[in-house]
Protein backbone atom coordinates (compact mmCIF):
# COMPACT_ATOMS: atom_id res chain seq x y z
CA UNK A 1 0.00 0.00 0.00
CA UNK A 2 1.16 3.17 -0.31
CA UNK A 3 -0.51 6.40 1.74
CA UNK A 4 -0.13 9.70 2.02
CA UNK A 5 -1.94 11.86 4.99
CA UNK A 6 -1.81 15.24 5.23
CA UNK A 7 1.38 15.79 3.57
CA UNK A 8 3.01 19.43 3.11
CA UNK A 9 6.40 20.00 2.06
CA UNK A 10 7.14 24.04 2.86
CA UNK A 11 10.77 25.03 1.34
CA UNK A 12 11.69 28.28 1.71
CA UNK A 13 8.44 29.89 3.07
CA UNK A 14 6.62 28.33 -0.18
CA UNK A 15 4.07 25.11 0.29
CA UNK A 16 5.41 23.29 -2.41
CA UNK A 17 3.65 20.16 -1.58
CA UNK A 18 0.24 20.21 -0.03
CA UNK A 19 -1.89 16.74 -0.43
CA UNK A 20 -4.76 15.54 2.10
CA UNK A 21 -4.94 12.52 1.42
CA UNK A 22 -3.90 9.50 -1.29
CA UNK A 23 -3.79 5.83 -0.79
CA UNK A 24 -2.87 3.43 -3.63
CA UNK A 25 -4.33 0.19 -2.18
CA UNK A 26 -2.51 -3.48 -2.95
CA UNK A 27 -3.94 -4.36 -6.64
CA UNK A 28 -4.22 -0.83 -7.83
CA UNK A 29 -2.76 1.30 -10.19
CA UNK A 30 -2.87 4.89 -10.18
CA UNK A 31 -1.38 8.27 -11.63
CA UNK A 32 -0.31 11.48 -10.28
CA UNK A 33 -0.33 13.41 -13.80
CA UNK A 34 1.07 17.26 -14.06
CA UNK A 35 3.21 19.04 -16.02
CA UNK A 36 6.87 18.56 -14.67
CA UNK A 37 7.88 21.23 -12.41
CA UNK A 38 8.66 21.87 -8.60
CA UNK A 39 5.88 20.73 -6.91
CA UNK A 40 6.18 17.29 -8.74
CA UNK A 41 10.01 16.62 -8.14
CA UNK A 42 9.49 17.66 -4.70
CA UNK A 43 6.15 14.66 -4.01
CA UNK A 44 9.08 12.46 -5.61
CA UNK A 45 11.66 13.26 -3.27
CA UNK A 46 9.44 12.66 -0.56
CA UNK A 47 7.92 9.11 -1.96
CA UNK A 48 11.45 8.25 -1.90
CA UNK A 49 12.60 9.07 1.32
CA UNK A 50 15.32 11.58 0.11
CA UNK A 51 13.42 14.71 1.73
CA UNK A 52 11.30 14.88 5.16
CA UNK A 53 7.97 15.91 5.47
CA UNK A 54 7.31 19.47 6.93
CA UNK A 55 3.65 17.89 7.80
CA UNK A 56 2.33 15.29 7.88
CA UNK A 57 3.22 11.35 6.90
CA UNK A 58 4.38 9.11 3.74
CA UNK A 59 4.03 5.46 4.41
CA UNK A 60 4.84 2.38 1.66
CA UNK A 61 4.64 -1.03 1.94
CA UNK A 62 4.60 -0.26 5.85
CA UNK A 63 7.63 1.72 6.14
CA UNK A 64 8.26 5.75 6.39
CA UNK A 65 10.89 5.58 3.50
CA UNK A 66 12.79 8.77 4.90
CA UNK A 67 13.42 6.37 7.75
CA UNK A 68 13.33 3.06 7.20
CA UNK A 69 15.43 2.91 4.59
CA UNK A 70 16.78 -0.45 4.14
CA UNK A 71 12.79 -1.80 4.16
CA UNK A 72 12.18 0.61 2.09
CA UNK A 73 14.62 -0.76 -1.04
CA UNK A 74 13.44 -4.06 -0.13
CA UNK A 75 10.02 -3.90 -0.65
CA UNK A 76 9.81 -0.94 -2.98
CA UNK A 77 10.68 -0.75 -6.65
CA UNK A 78 11.57 2.76 -8.51
CA UNK A 79 11.81 2.90 -12.30
CA UNK A 80 13.04 6.70 -12.71
CA UNK A 81 12.43 9.19 -15.51
CA UNK A 82 16.04 8.25 -16.76
CA UNK A 83 17.33 4.42 -17.09
CA UNK A 84 20.44 5.12 -16.16
CA UNK A 85 21.93 1.98 -17.14
CA UNK A 86 25.62 0.40 -17.19
CA UNK A 87 25.80 1.27 -21.15
CA UNK A 88 28.91 -0.75 -21.91
CA UNK A 89 27.64 -3.86 -19.82
CA UNK A 90 25.06 -6.14 -21.23
CA UNK A 91 21.55 -6.47 -19.63
CA UNK A 92 21.74 -9.84 -18.19
CA UNK A 93 25.03 -8.06 -16.69
CA UNK A 94 22.94 -4.90 -15.60
CA UNK A 95 20.00 -6.96 -13.79
CA UNK A 96 22.89 -9.61 -12.63
CA UNK A 97 24.77 -6.53 -11.05
CA UNK A 98 21.17 -5.63 -9.14
CA UNK A 99 20.81 -9.26 -8.16
CA UNK A 100 24.26 -9.10 -6.20
CA UNK A 101 22.87 -5.40 -4.51
CA UNK A 102 19.51 -7.56 -3.74
CA UNK A 103 21.20 -10.73 -2.37
CA UNK A 104 19.19 -12.95 -5.35
CA UNK A 105 20.04 -15.30 -7.53
CA UNK A 106 21.43 -14.67 -11.12
CA UNK A 107 18.32 -16.90 -12.35
CA UNK A 108 15.99 -13.71 -11.26
CA UNK A 109 18.32 -11.48 -13.52
CA UNK A 110 17.29 -14.21 -16.60
CA UNK A 111 13.93 -14.75 -15.47
CA UNK A 112 13.04 -10.59 -15.37
CA UNK A 113 15.09 -10.46 -18.89
CA UNK A 114 12.11 -13.08 -20.16
CA UNK A 115 9.34 -10.94 -18.51
CA UNK A 116 10.69 -7.71 -20.12
CA UNK A 117 10.78 -9.63 -23.84
CA UNK A 118 15.07 -9.24 -23.38
CA UNK A 119 15.89 -12.85 -23.45
CA UNK A 120 16.95 -12.60 -26.96
CA UNK A 121 19.19 -9.50 -25.98
CA UNK A 122 20.85 -10.84 -22.99
CA UNK A 123 24.80 -10.56 -23.88
CA UNK A 124 24.06 -7.46 -26.54
CA UNK A 125 25.59 -4.03 -25.40
CA UNK A 126 22.94 -2.11 -23.96
CA UNK A 127 24.16 1.19 -25.32
CA UNK A 128 23.07 -0.46 -28.48
CA UNK A 129 19.73 -0.95 -27.57
CA UNK A 130 16.75 1.02 -28.66
CA UNK A 131 15.26 3.29 -26.85
CA UNK A 132 11.89 1.05 -25.96
CA UNK A 133 13.96 -1.86 -25.25
CA UNK A 134 16.54 0.06 -22.77
CA UNK A 135 13.17 1.11 -21.23
CA UNK A 136 12.06 -2.22 -20.63
CA UNK A 137 15.59 -3.26 -19.59
CA UNK A 138 15.32 -0.39 -16.74
CA UNK A 139 11.50 -1.65 -15.97
CA UNK A 140 13.04 -5.66 -15.64
CA UNK A 141 15.71 -3.94 -12.90
CA UNK A 142 13.04 -2.05 -10.79
CA UNK A 143 10.98 -5.51 -10.63
CA UNK A 144 13.87 -7.52 -10.31
CA UNK A 145 13.15 -8.26 -6.67
CA UNK A 146 9.17 -8.62 -6.72
CA UNK A 147 8.54 -5.33 -4.91
CA UNK A 148 5.29 -5.52 -3.47
CA UNK A 149 5.10 -1.42 -4.00
CA UNK A 150 6.08 0.25 -7.48
CA UNK A 151 6.74 4.81 -7.60
CA UNK A 152 7.53 4.88 -11.55
CA UNK A 153 8.34 8.27 -13.37
CA UNK A 154 7.13 8.50 -16.63
CA UNK A 155 7.55 4.67 -17.53
CA UNK A 156 6.29 4.83 -21.41
CA UNK A 157 8.94 7.46 -21.88
CA UNK A 158 11.13 6.95 -25.11
CA UNK A 159 8.85 3.95 -25.52
CA UNK A 160 7.20 2.60 -28.84
CA UNK A 161 3.96 1.13 -29.31
CA UNK A 162 5.19 -2.81 -28.57
CA UNK A 163 7.12 -1.63 -25.44
CA UNK A 164 3.89 0.45 -24.59
CA UNK A 165 1.79 -2.54 -24.65
CA UNK A 166 4.39 -4.52 -23.34
CA UNK A 167 5.13 -3.11 -19.77
CA UNK A 168 1.45 -2.07 -19.31
CA UNK A 169 0.39 -5.68 -19.47
CA UNK A 170 3.29 -6.21 -16.94
CA UNK A 171 1.70 -3.58 -14.54
CA UNK A 172 -1.57 -4.97 -14.91
CA UNK A 173 0.12 -8.45 -14.00
CA UNK A 174 1.58 -7.28 -10.78
CA UNK A 175 -1.50 -5.17 -9.72
CA UNK A 176 -3.16 -8.32 -10.43
CA UNK A 177 -0.58 -9.95 -7.54
CA UNK A 178 -1.02 -8.16 -5.12
CA UNK A 179 1.12 -5.10 -5.94
CA UNK A 180 0.32 -1.35 -5.21
CA UNK A 181 1.68 0.85 -8.74
CA UNK A 182 1.70 4.65 -8.75
CA UNK A 183 3.04 6.34 -11.51
CA UNK A 184 3.86 10.07 -11.74
CA UNK A 185 3.81 11.29 -15.42
CA UNK A 186 3.87 14.76 -17.13
CA UNK A 187 0.40 13.53 -19.07
CA UNK A 188 -2.16 10.70 -19.38
CA UNK A 189 -1.38 9.68 -22.78
CA UNK A 190 -1.48 5.67 -22.60
CA UNK A 191 -2.94 5.84 -18.95
CA UNK A 192 -6.52 5.75 -19.42
CA UNK A 193 -6.87 2.29 -19.91
CA UNK A 194 -4.30 1.15 -17.57
CA UNK A 195 -5.30 3.08 -14.13
CA UNK A 196 -8.34 2.59 -11.64
CA UNK A 197 -7.66 6.22 -10.81
CA UNK A 198 -6.24 9.66 -12.60
CA UNK A 199 -5.05 12.49 -10.13
CA UNK A 200 -4.19 15.82 -11.74
CA UNK A 201 -1.24 17.29 -9.98
CA UNK A 202 -0.95 21.02 -10.36
CA UNK A 203 1.48 23.19 -7.77
CA UNK A 204 1.50 20.24 -5.70
CA UNK A 205 -2.02 19.94 -5.08
CA UNK A 206 -4.57 17.53 -6.29
CA UNK A 207 -7.38 18.99 -8.10
CA UNK A 208 -8.87 16.36 -9.80
CA UNK A 209 -9.51 12.86 -9.55
CA UNK A 210 -11.25 10.50 -11.62
CA UNK A 211 -11.71 6.58 -12.45
CA UNK A 212 -11.57 6.13 -16.23
CA UNK A 213 -14.06 3.24 -16.14
CA UNK A 214 -16.50 5.44 -14.64
CA UNK A 215 -16.53 7.76 -18.07
CA UNK A 216 -15.25 4.90 -20.53
CA UNK A 217 -18.81 5.16 -22.25
CA UNK A 218 -18.37 8.79 -22.78
CA UNK A 219 -14.90 8.76 -23.88
CA UNK A 220 -14.77 5.79 -25.89
CA UNK A 221 -16.95 6.16 -29.32
CA UNK A 222 -19.54 3.69 -30.31
CA UNK A 223 -17.72 3.56 -34.11
CA UNK A 224 -14.06 3.73 -35.00
CA UNK A 225 -13.37 6.90 -37.82
CA UNK A 226 -11.90 5.92 -40.70
CA UNK A 227 -11.01 9.10 -43.01
CA UNK A 228 -11.23 8.28 -46.84
CA UNK A 229 -10.99 10.95 -49.71
CA UNK A 230 -14.17 12.09 -49.83
CA UNK A 231 -16.17 10.91 -46.23
CA UNK A 232 -15.73 9.46 -43.14
CA UNK A 233 -16.75 6.09 -42.51
CA UNK A 234 -17.97 5.13 -39.16
CA UNK A 235 -17.16 1.00 -38.57
CA UNK A 236 -18.73 -0.80 -35.92
CA UNK A 237 -15.98 -2.13 -33.92
CA UNK A 238 -18.34 -5.67 -34.31
CA UNK A 239 -17.18 -5.71 -37.70
CA UNK A 240 -13.61 -5.24 -37.44
CA UNK A 241 -11.69 -8.77 -37.59
CA UNK A 242 -8.40 -6.91 -36.73
CA UNK A 243 -6.47 -4.14 -36.48
CA UNK A 244 -2.89 -3.57 -38.69
CA UNK A 245 -0.03 -1.24 -38.12
CA UNK A 246 1.73 -0.94 -41.57
CA UNK A 247 4.38 1.95 -42.21
CA UNK A 248 3.07 3.98 -38.98
CA UNK A 249 -0.42 3.58 -39.97
CA UNK A 250 -3.16 1.72 -38.00
CA UNK A 251 -5.77 0.11 -40.68
CA UNK A 252 -9.00 -1.24 -39.50
CA UNK A 253 -9.73 -4.65 -41.42
CA UNK A 254 -12.99 -5.83 -42.23
CA UNK A 255 -14.65 -8.45 -44.06
CA UNK A 256 -14.77 -6.22 -47.20
CA UNK A 257 -12.43 -3.17 -46.56
CA UNK A 258 -9.15 -2.61 -45.65
CA UNK A 259 -9.57 1.43 -44.11
CA UNK A 260 -6.85 3.91 -42.65
CA UNK A 261 -7.50 5.39 -39.54
CA UNK A 262 -6.25 8.36 -37.73
CA UNK A 263 -5.59 6.48 -34.41
CA UNK A 264 -2.01 5.29 -33.59
CA UNK A 265 -2.24 1.40 -32.47
CA UNK A 266 -1.99 2.03 -28.78
CA UNK A 267 -4.89 4.55 -28.97
CA UNK A 268 -6.75 2.27 -30.95
CA UNK A 269 -6.04 -0.39 -27.85
CA UNK A 270 -7.44 1.67 -25.05
CA UNK A 271 -10.54 2.39 -27.38
CA UNK A 272 -11.62 -0.93 -28.28
CA UNK A 273 -10.35 -2.66 -25.08
CA UNK A 274 -13.58 -3.74 -23.89
CA UNK A 275 -14.76 -4.73 -27.14
CA UNK A 276 -13.29 -7.98 -27.45
CA UNK A 277 -9.88 -6.92 -29.07
CA UNK A 278 -6.38 -8.42 -27.85
CA UNK A 279 -3.21 -7.41 -28.69
CA UNK A 280 -1.48 -10.63 -30.81
CA UNK A 281 1.40 -9.24 -31.74
CA UNK A 282 3.33 -5.75 -31.47
CA UNK A 283 1.29 -4.72 -35.10
CA UNK A 284 -1.92 -6.25 -34.56
CA UNK A 285 -5.15 -5.84 -32.57
CA UNK A 286 -7.09 -8.89 -32.94
CA UNK A 287 -10.91 -9.73 -32.30
CA UNK A 288 -11.44 -12.24 -30.22
CA UNK A 289 -14.90 -13.12 -31.20
CA UNK A 290 -13.62 -13.53 -35.00
CA UNK A 291 -10.84 -16.26 -33.85
CA UNK A 292 -11.84 -19.36 -34.25
CA UNK A 293 -8.19 -21.28 -34.12
CA UNK A 294 -4.69 -21.24 -31.87
CA UNK A 295 -2.35 -22.60 -34.07
CA UNK A 296 1.13 -24.01 -32.93
CA UNK A 297 3.70 -24.13 -35.73
CA UNK A 298 6.74 -24.40 -33.25
CA UNK A 299 7.39 -24.17 -29.34
CA UNK A 300 7.76 -20.53 -29.78
CA UNK A 301 5.55 -19.43 -33.00
CA UNK A 302 2.13 -19.18 -33.16
CA UNK A 303 -0.41 -17.86 -34.84
CA UNK A 304 -4.59 -16.97 -34.76
CA UNK A 305 -7.00 -18.25 -37.88
CA UNK A 306 -9.83 -15.90 -38.16
CA UNK A 307 -12.95 -17.32 -39.25
CA UNK A 308 -13.39 -14.86 -42.42
CA UNK A 309 -13.59 -16.79 -45.91
CA UNK A 310 -9.87 -16.29 -46.48
CA UNK A 311 -9.43 -18.04 -43.14
CA UNK A 312 -6.69 -15.71 -42.52
CA UNK A 313 -3.70 -15.96 -39.98
CA UNK A 314 -2.57 -13.46 -37.57
CA UNK A 315 0.66 -13.59 -36.30
CA UNK A 316 0.60 -14.49 -32.17
CA UNK A 317 3.77 -13.92 -30.28
CA UNK A 318 5.21 -15.63 -27.66
CA UNK A 319 4.51 -13.78 -24.98
CA UNK A 320 1.01 -12.89 -26.37
CA UNK A 321 -0.18 -16.30 -26.75
CA UNK A 322 0.78 -17.41 -22.83
CA UNK A 323 -1.32 -14.17 -21.87
CA UNK A 324 -4.16 -15.47 -24.43
CA UNK A 325 -4.01 -19.27 -22.71
CA UNK A 326 -4.30 -17.34 -19.42
CA UNK A 327 -7.08 -15.30 -20.02
CA UNK A 328 -9.06 -17.84 -21.86
CA UNK A 329 -8.23 -20.46 -19.89
CA UNK A 330 -7.13 -23.53 -22.56
Not at 157 to 174: G, P
Request: proline share 5%; net charge neutral.
Amino acid sequence: MIELKELQKVIEQNLVVDIEALTVRAGEIAALVGPAGRGQATLLELLLGRSRPTVGSVRIAGSDPFVDREQFSHQVGVLFAENSLYERRSPLANLAFYCQLHGLPKSRAEDALMQVGLADHANARTEKLSPGLARRLAFGRAILHDPVALLLVDPFARCDEASISLLSRLMRKLAEDGAALLILAGDATNLHALCDVIYTLSQGRIVKAHKPEEDQDVQLPFKIPARLEDKVALVNPADILYVEADRGRAFLKTASDRLPTQFTLTELEERLSRSGFFRAHRGYLVNLQHVKEVIPYTRNSFSLRLNDAANTEIPLSKSAAAELRELLGY
